[in-house]
């Protein structure tokens, strides 16, 4: 049957990094049929976590660490998880960040560039942390605000802490959830790399902010966010500080994003009133994503402005939210436009309706 009276894709171009993206609801049954997804999921009983014992690990390298006071009621709830309760130094604690045993970068190493035939080569010089919050089963959508909050503290602490170490020009904070999208580890955590380069995707977008700002003499994120809520069909939740979208352009099924409400260009500078609001912002999005879509893989990472002392001030910072519903094909890896084969307005309405 011929489909030519039939929209069943929409080109959509984003109007920061002028990428084009595929729409393609016609390839897709409806939105709901995600709420099925079989996905992996990586046993990993308390007793075996490498999270939940790190006094039996004394390489460990503990870079910060939030103990529990007495009493604290989260000692309650971790206890009905199963012994041990997590410690180090055999104190408890809500939160510990560590140095990656396994890291992709490391500081510990003389900083020399070098050329190898036409290539420009750095050493892996940086720095890998492992951020873990004291719960081995409750994912961050199911976590008291409070110790959402206590996360988003210690991103911004360890943030502030490795901007200021030498030739880091970019931080990157990033969590992965079950294995399909790059978990090794059952246990919810994120992970902090600092390293001496600004990524392809910052570059990009940190251009096309500038260029469009300099055009229009706005903001784009600004120009999003104001549209969006003058329309209200992509956005699934709203607070004071906080705005979190299924954007107009979904790179995958289900994306959100997550924007300070006014202009930021700096995650880092984020103040302790807005850290709750946008602990709320986070743990409604993912709770959605969880009850929605079945507990699906997903990443999730934050864009700010580099680390390198200029100045960013036309970008906006924001986290991407984005669920593993899909695999890339051969004409997105051989074209690098992505096709989402759900429209955002329908995924929102789905976020929003799920109860």
Not at 50 to 77: M, R, S, W
Request: one cysteine or more; glycine letters at 4%.
């Amino acid at each position: 049957m011929s489909n030519k009276n039939q929209n069943v894709s929409e080109l959509r171009q984003d109007i920061v990094s002028k990428n084009w993206v595929v729409i393609a609801s016609g390839r897709s049954k409806r939105p709901k049929t995600y709420q099925g997804i079989k996905v992996a999921v990586l046993e990993q009983p308390k007793k075996d976590c490498p999270f939940c014992n790190f006094d039996k690990q004394p390489d460990t390298h503990v870079t910060l660490i939030h103990p529990l006071i007495p009493n604290d009621p989260y000692i309650a709830e971790l206890k009905k998880e199963g012994n041990p309760l997590p410690t180090w130094k055999k104190e408890p604690y809500s939160i510990i960040d560590v140095q990656n045993k396994f890291p992709a970068f490391v500081s510990d190493q003389k900083f020399t560039e070098k050329q190898v035939g036409p290539y420009k080569v750095l050493p892996g010089f940086g720095y890998h942390e492992v951020i873990i919050p004291a719960s081995h089963n409750k994912t961050y959508g199911q976590l008291a605000d409070s110790r959402v909050k206590e996360i988003i503290d210690v991103f911004q602490a360890r943030y502030l802490a490795l901007a200021k170490e030498p030739h880091i020009d970019y931080i990157s904070i990033i969590h992965n959830h079950r294995p399909e999208a790059g978990a090794s580890v059952a246990h919810p955590h994120s992970q902090l790399f600092a390293i001496p380069v600004i990524p392809k995707d910052i570059r990009n977008s940190l251009h096309g902010s500038k260029k469009y700002f300099a055009e229009h003499g706005k903001c784009p994120h600004c120009e999003i966010l104001e549209w969006e809520r003058e329309k209200k069909v992509r956005v699934i939740f709203e607070n004071d500080d906080f705005i979190a979208i299924c954007p107009f352009t979904s790179v995958v099924a289900f994306e959100v994003r997550i924007y300070p409400k006014l202009h930021s260009p700096y995650f880092e500078r984020i103040e302790d009133t807005e850290k709750i609001n946008l602990a709320k912002a986070l743990k409604f999005s993912l709770n959605k994503l969880y009850k929605a879509l079945n507990d699906p893989p997903f990443n999730f990472f934050i864009h700010t402005a580099p680390a390198d002392e200029q100045n960013h001030d036309h970008y906006h910072w924001h986290i991407e939210i984005l669920p593993k519903v899909t695999i890339w094909a051969g004409f997105e890896l051989s074209t690098g436009i992505e096709i989402s084969t759900v429209e955002p307005e329908e995924a929102a309405k789905l976020l929003r309706d799920t109860k």
